[in-house]
Nanobody, 122 residues
Framework: QVQLMESGGGLVQAGGSLRLSCAAS????????AGWYRQAPGKERELVAT???????YYVDFVKGRFTISRDNAKNTVYLQMDSLKPEDTAMYYC????????????????WGQGTQVTVSS
């Protein structure tokens, strides 16, 4: 089973930027799509962005124009560039690999990484 490790989170003021990274222990991103999820305290985990195996990207409305998902297959890494951050973006962020159908991701593995915490102050 390939392990995914998220990093890059932190504390930032509203309007600031962060770049999250998701590093895989194997070369799964060249064979699969990927996505970023987030989970705020007391809320369910939600998918915010996906990238298909072919490189097409999709975003939920509340991050569209502010977040950018990308990947580097040579580095087995997927990124999430987050700009114009808002306090409501505060959450634990997780990545996943699998089959992407626009804003639907069918995970290839049941497990999750440890996530990376993003906190946006007002």
């Amino acid at each position: 089973q390939v392990q995914l490790m998220e990093s890059g989170g932190g504390l930032v003021q509203a309007g600031g930027s962060l770049r999250l990274s998701c590093a895989a222990s194997g070369s799964i991103f060249s064979l699969n799509g990927a996505g970023w999820y987030r989970q705020a305290p007391g809320k369910e985990r939600e998918l915010v962005a996906t990238i298909t195996r072919g490189g097409n990207t999709y975003y939920v409305d509340f991050v569209k124009g502010r977040f950018t998902i990308s990947r580097d297959n040579a580095k087995n890494t997927v990124y999430l560039q987050m700009d114009s951050l808002k306090p409501e973006d505060t959450a634990m962020y997780y990545c996943a690999a699998g089959e992407v159908r626009r804003l639907l991701l069918i995970k290839r593995d049941k497990s999750w990484g440890q996530g990376t915490q993003v906190t946006v102050s007002s």
